[in-house]
């Protein structure tokens, strides 16, 4: 199996330790993690410091340029970025997999190259002239999880290159060998030191975090991991993105046509098995359709083959972890003993790997973990209710917000509804749809800050006002 190695300043550093990375459907080792120290960790700074000077003083149509070349050495090296990703993450190939991962990180990579940001001139007159101009940070430390990991790698590393900062990012230790890999070939474009990658337990990244030599925190993943990265940015005022976990509502409202939304429900909820950010993860039914509703996504439920990601056949794959197929478990179970009707799954399956089946669960409601908490998992709990007002009110009580939809017959009215909810982004009709033109980002615990879209570059710069 392979050992991978570090990148710093454009070369390959071997570190003298590795940590395994193991398939969470077979449970066999797909590649050796290299471990950095401090001192690599240190190394990699400096690279990032020193490569900054030039590449902030770059010409923004060279950095245009190297970000359209990121985008060709994606996409020449799509398929092997999507085997590795399969491997490591478990998620099918195909479907809303692998492959359509590596899709999303071309199409994220293509647009953030073609964004820009000029200088805007406030006042030109008799009094005065002001001009905003819009700098780069300085070096960025990136933090990412493991449930799509090479599309928010280029999520954090390519808005921070083409607004001219220079990057060290830190992939989870659970899915890191796609992201070295995908350090590798940027490097083959990029001048060295403009994106280095260090790898090896949590340890790292909070040291990353707290470096003093990082001007900018980018970070996807926990809550509590991000509520610890904020505390250290103190120390030197870093600058936070900050993507945080979310328990995204769903409501149904009474004219809703089960069968129609059936699918979007499901896909909304279902997407990389529920591991992922935006997906549904509390879905609320109005009394006077909910079996419908429920009937429909179990019908629905049924066609989905969840099987090893290598198998081409498999739309569905296993929980990327054991820490995680454990909560997801944990959440099931407690919803069954408080009253919760299992309509499908309910109980791994039988089988080596982390596979957990898709898992509805009926007659819940706030009180019970499986509401209240994140799951990431392929657990959707269905929750009754009968005053829209009174259901909008009760999703918003919640502490993350980061999406949400509402589903209806009548768009204008559903508009009204999604106004009401607490979140980043709202969706009608469907759920967790994102696209590179529209800023993503959650309200009160769910995170600070947006991605995508001009907005999202302008938070890899800070402002320069030149008065004459
Ligand atoms: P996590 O918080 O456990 O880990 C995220 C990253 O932080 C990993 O790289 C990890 O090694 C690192 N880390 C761990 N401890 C750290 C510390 N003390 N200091 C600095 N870094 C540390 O999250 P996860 O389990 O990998 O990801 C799942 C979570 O991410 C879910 O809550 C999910 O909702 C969230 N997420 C959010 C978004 C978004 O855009 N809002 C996108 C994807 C995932």
Avoid at 46 to 59: D, G, P
Wanted: glycine share 10%.
């Amino acid at each position: 199996m392979k050992q991978y190695t570090l990148l710093i300043a454009g070369e390959r550093v071997a570190t003298s330790s590795h940590a395994e990375v193991r398939s969470p459907s077979s449970g066999d080792v797909v590649g050796y993690m290299p471990l950095a120290g401090e001192a690599e960790l240190d190394r990699a700074v400096a690279a990032a410091a020193e490569s900054f000077k030039t590449w902030s003083q770059t010409a923004d149509e060279l950095r245009a340029n190297a970000c359209r070349l990121l985008a060709e050495k994606i996409a020449e090296h799509a398929e092997e970025l999507a085997q590795i990703l399969t491997r490591e993450q478990g998620k099918p190939l195909n479907g809303l997999g692998s492959r359509f991962e590596i899709g999303g990180a071309l199409a994220w990579t293509r647009h953030t190259a073609e964004l820009n940001l000029p200088v805007e001139i406030l006042q030109d007159d008799n009094e005065g002239r002001v001009e905003l101009h819009r700098k780069p940070i300085g070096v960025v430390g990136s933090i990412t999880p493991w449930n799509w990991p090479v599309m928010i790698a280029c999520w954090h590393i390519v808005p921070a290159v083409r607004a001219g900062n220079t990057v060290v990012i830190k992939p989870s230790p659970l899915t890191p060998l796609s992201t070295i890999r995908l350090v590798e070939i940027m490097n083959e474009v990029l001048p060295p030191g403009v994106v280095n990658v260090v790898t090896g337990e949590n340890e790292i990244g909070a040291a990353l975090s707290a470096h003093p030599g990082i001007a900018k925190m980018t970070f996807t993943g926990s809550t509590e991991t991000g509520k610890k990265v904020m505390a250290s940015a103190v120390a030197t005022l870093k600058r936070l993105t900050l993507e945080l976990g979310g328990n995204d509502a769903g409501i149904v409202l009474p004219d809703a046509e089960p069968s129609r939304i059936a699918e979007g429900l499901f896909w909304g909820a279902f997407i990389n098995s529920g591991q992922t950010c935006a997906a549904l993860k509390r879905l609320y039914v109005h009394d006077s359709i909910y079996e419908d509703v429920c009937a429909a996504l179990t019908d629905y439920a049924g066609k989905i083959a969840v099987g090893d990601g290598l198998d081409e056949t498999s739309i569905l794959g296993p929980i990327q972890n054991e820490m995680q197929f454990n909560k997801v478990r944990e959440l099931v179970d407690d919803a069954r003993a408080k009253g919760g009707r299992i309509l499908v799954g309910g109980a791994p399956l039988e089988r080596p790997g982390y596979f957990y089946p898709i898992t509805l669960v009926a007659d819940v409601d706030h009180g019970v973990r499986l509401v209240d908490e994140e799951q990431f998992g392929p657990a959707l709990p269905i929750i009754r209710y009968t005053d829209i007002d009174e259901v909008i009110a009760r999703a918003n009580t919640n502490p993350a917000g980061l999406g949400g939809s509402v589903w209806s017959a009548d768009a204008q009215k559903a508009r009204h509804y999604a106004l009401q909810l607490e979140c980043g982004s709202v969706w009608i009709n469907k759920h967790g749809t994102i696209q590179p033109n529209a800023p993503f980002g959650g309200v009160k615990q769910s995170g600070i800050g947006v991605e995508f879209g001009v907005e999202g570059l302008k938070e890899f710069t800070t402002i320069q006002t030149v008065l004459s």
